[in-house]
């Protein structure tokens, strides 16, 4: 395993209320020294969570991308605010945003994106024992919630709306185990 560079400085040099660009110097154990840019995200990063209503159905949401500027299907997902457990956001975010809270809440997998020069972190989790819990959330308008049949999961991969990386890794975390409980075929 080679040994990290040695950050020699870094430099905010543009700052949003999502995120923070930052130019960092660097030398590599080879003498070589570079500049990198980064996004660096808030502490914390968010969280990405598969709710599965029943034996064969998960939930998804359709929200406007504005990244992309197109409406998306994705696992319901959001920010980790100060102070709370990845179990506690995910929790919050599928009572705001498709109406369930859960009694069971599992950790899957951390992952990232880009992390060539994005510090953000997802953590993918899984969502059961669903039952009828709203919260108001902060969209600007109704999230449309989508019942998905697990055993349709090869038309859900085709669907020209759903192209979220992180929603396509979280099916795949867990296909096994969906295999497993004979759900799909």
Known sequence: MPKKPKILSTKTIARTKIFTIERMHLRFENGCEVEYERIVSPPGGAVLIVPQLNDTTVLLIREYCGGIQRYE??????????????????????????????????????????????????????????????LDGDEPEPIEVIPWDINKLNDLLQNKEFTEARSIAALFLLKDRFFKTGVMQ
């Open 73 to 134: 299907i994705a696992f319901p997902k959001g920010r980790i605010e100060n102070n709370e457990s990845i179990t506690e956001s995910a929790n919050r975010e599928i009572m705001e945003e498709i109406g369930y809270a859960a009694n069971h809440i599992e950790p899957i997998k951390t992952v990232t994106v880009s992390p060539g020069y994005n510090n953000h972190q997802t953590h993918i989790v899984f969502a059961t024992d669903l039952y009828e819990h709203r």
